[in-house]
């Protein structure tokens, strides 16, 4: 019964978004509106409403059902449209060779496949910041809003919250398991109808159009953690699908993409460089075709959507976080704020020459496009996003010296090479230089190599097989690189949390320092999470390596009077750092754990000098006092 209620609400939530959106783009006069399109309209209404919910304090159970139950409203309301729209569809359908629909009902499984599997998926990463993304969205259904978390560099850094927000709204009825529903289930669905309709829009047959869905299913797009890619990508996609609509006016249009792009930096900030440079060009075009005045005219339009969207949930940020937006308008309580970072890495020259290599090569790439596709329909706008793709990896690289620089790429690399697939697909087999398109499918072939196909890692992939068959963990065990909760394991650590919380009087602070958090009642206790220790914290920044005694001055000073963390978990830290050293790319993670494991051996020793009020062989709490 449990798993049939989680399936009913995923689907209900899915449905919210598709006719909340539907009617924001029939108030817009949109005459093209698909599915994925209006799902993602509706996604990103609701986080707009979301940013006010969360400066308000109400975002809660009662709250979030209300929002789906009216977007399921909206939805009913648009039936009398889709009848029409299905039955066309039908007939469309069944006209197809029968290898055309048989690949139509492979997609449509595999997806239904891989949303289903995502409502119980217990692999959890231990090396992207588990403890804030497992206890950040249970927070913020306890406390109403987004929690303060000054020692948190997850929140600090890209935590704008919105993917919180969106996570949350699967707590209603599931648990932690079934967040993985929003980015890898139903923002896979988007993301492959998405491109179905790409390849559509840029002229191909259904047979081409679902071949480019189904990549969709079976390409590597990997997840660390619980950081939004899948999602990403389908906006990023929509996006060119929202300028292309060419019966639309480009004022309708100038407002969906100021709302998709905040919607999109709002999942995780570093990807606000590539929404703004695609606003910014995407009108710029427009240029060719109309005076500059309607076009500054629209632009602003635009602004105005994409700024409207951000603001609440950049006020919330300041108010908790001391910043606005991490780092361009301010570092907050991010270790750099407070003076030169400790152990900091120089990267050398590795970060300028990836991305000077990235963009070289889709430079190329777009250029030789343009060459071979000139004259037909949004073949420019093809070679502007390849072109925009390429640049953004440039200034991306410099910003995280080069770490992880494939995780914060591949959601719009991926599409953007996608995209160039189906413009390819479409170019004539005559009147056309054979040279010349030649070169196109190389530089594309390379591109995806250089690319999004290069970042795949297998069992960090989600692609829907895995879902299916591979195999759950039995116990709450660390396997490899990989966190398994079962609902077992779920139970019996929420008992175990519990247990340690109890021991801890109500109201008091608690800094939890690398240690899961997700079962506690932060109603009863102001719980701070510490992602990496050291990392982010309270003026006038941590000591993180000074002695233990001016930890403790510290923690008591900002009224921390319990420190509760796991023995285990900052053993692993020290097996990581006594490991291989790290790669050119990987100096920003290996100076977070330099810091950490500065904290951790100040709270070790301030275990043995201090009472230590629960002890269960791995999870301590320490009284400061």
Known sequence: MYYLILCLWALCLSVAWIGTGWQIMRLLDFAEIA???SGLVGLSTFIFVGGFLNLAGLVNRPSL???VVLGDI??????PSYRVRMSEFWVSFRQQPWYVRGLAVVCIGALIASAVGTLTYSRFSRFDDLSSYLTSPGKLIQLGSLPYDPFSERRVQSGLGANFFLQAFMLVAGDLRSIWFIDAGAGLALFAGCMYEAGRKLGNTVTVSLGLAWLVLIMPLSHLNLTMTTLPAAIFTALFLLETADKTAAASRSVLLGLLAAAVTLLKS????????LLFCLHLMRLRERSWVRVAREALLS???FLAVLIPWMLDLKRKEGTLLFPLLGKGFEIAAYG??????SPGIYPAVAGLTFLITFAVVAASHWITTRGLPYADKVSMLIFAGGFVVLPISIATAGSALSRYTRPFLLPFALILLASIARIPGMGRSIMARRLTLSACAAMLILGPMAFGRDDKNFMFFKYMFKQRETALAWDGSFYGLTGDVLRRERDRQLK???TIPPGQAVYASLLPTFAMDFRRNNIYVADFPGMSSLPPGMPTRG??????SYLLSKSVRYIAYSRKLTAETDEVLNGPPPKRGDTWPQMELLNSADVDRQILALSETSRVIYDDGDEQVIDLL
């Not at 002695?547 to 403790?552: G, S």
């Open 340 to 345: 030169p970072v400790p152990h900091r890495i």
């Open 65 to 67: 059902i209300a929002m």
């Open 35 to 37: 599915w994925p399109i």
């Open 270 to 277: 570093t990807y606000l460089p590539m929404a703004l440079l």
């Open 500 to 502: 340690l919380q109890s």
């Open 74 to 79: 909206l939805f009913l309301a648009t039936l």
């Open 303 to 305: 602004a105005f959507s």
């Open 547 to 552: 002695a233990p005694a001016a930890l403790r």
